[in-house]
T-cell receptor, first 113, second 110 residues
Framework: DTAVSQTPKYLVTQMGNDKSIKCEQN?????MYWYKQDSKKFLKIMFS???????INETVPNRFSPKSPDKAHLNLHINSLELGDSAVYFC????????????FGSGTRLTVV | SQQGEEDPQALSIQEGENATMNCSYK?????LQWYRQNSGRGLVHLIL?????REKHSGRLRVTLDTSKKSSSLLITASRAADTASYFC??????????FGKGTRLHILP
């Protein structure tokens, strides 16, 4: 069973559209994250979320919003997509209070045309 | 949260040789983690070393931590083609979120 799964794996869409990327973890972790990896391979944290707190990286445009229906899911919704949003988006989870390692999903490659 | 700085930025070695990469950080930590990213794939957690540990082994990996110098090293022994990847360190305090640096790009030559 995949520990952290993201769907879709690839997403090609036009500018201006709204899209969502789904993430699910079956590890029982209490904290989930979204990271963005740009064309220069630099990984940036976008959000971290547990059932108590959402922490948003202040550089993330408010067109991006995380939605968590339950502690096993953290979906990423993006409004009014722009060309610069093209990147690989990674979901991750960890047992935050224990300070353990993160488990990453395999990524969603988003291409905005 | 703080970002680790990996050094060197890129490293090419012959298959079978050992590879060493280093990480420096600025403020005190609870633990330091190393991750690997193969091209186009998600990151994989390799090893975690706590601030009260000096050395840790996992298979062909050896990690050291020197809290007085605020530095860590990752040694991969007897390198293989499959070790070709980018390696990232993550110095963390409790409740910190990982902020990744640029990593070390390791290339194993046949």
């Amino acid at each position: 069973d995949t520990a952290v799964s993201q769907t879709p794996k690839y997403l090609v869409t036009q500018m201006g559209n709204d899209k969502s990327i789904k993430c699910e973890q079956n590890l029982g972790h209490d904290t989930m994250y979204w990271y963005k990896q740009d064309s220069k391979k630099f990984l940036k944290i976008m959000f971290s979320y547990n059932n108590k707190e959402l922490i948003i990286n202040e550089t993330v445009p408010n067109r991006f919003s995380p939605k968590s229906p339950d502690k096993a899911h953290l979906n990423l919704h993006i409004n009014s997509l722009e060309l610069g949003d093209s990147a690989v988006y990674f979901c991750a989870s960890s047992q935050g209070a224990r300070g353990g390692g993160y488990t990453f999903g395999s990524g969603t490659r988003l291409t905005v045309v | 949260s703080q970002q680790g700085e990996e050094d060197p930025q890129a490293l090419s070695i012959q298959e079978g040789e050992n590879a060493t990469m280093n990480c420096s950080y600025k403020t005190s930590i609870n633990n330091l983690q190393w991750y690997r990213q193969n091209s186009g794939r998600g990151l994989v957690h390799l090893i975690l070393i706590r601030s009260n540990e000096r050395e840790k082994h996992s298979g062909r990996l050896r990690v050291t931590l020197d809290t007085s110098k605020k530095s860590s090293s990752l040694l991969i022994t007897a390198s293989r083609a499959a070790d070709t990847a980018s390696y990232f360190c993550a110095p963390l305090n409790r409740d910190d979120k990982i902020i990744f640096g640029k990593g070390t790009r390791l290339h194993i030559l046949p």
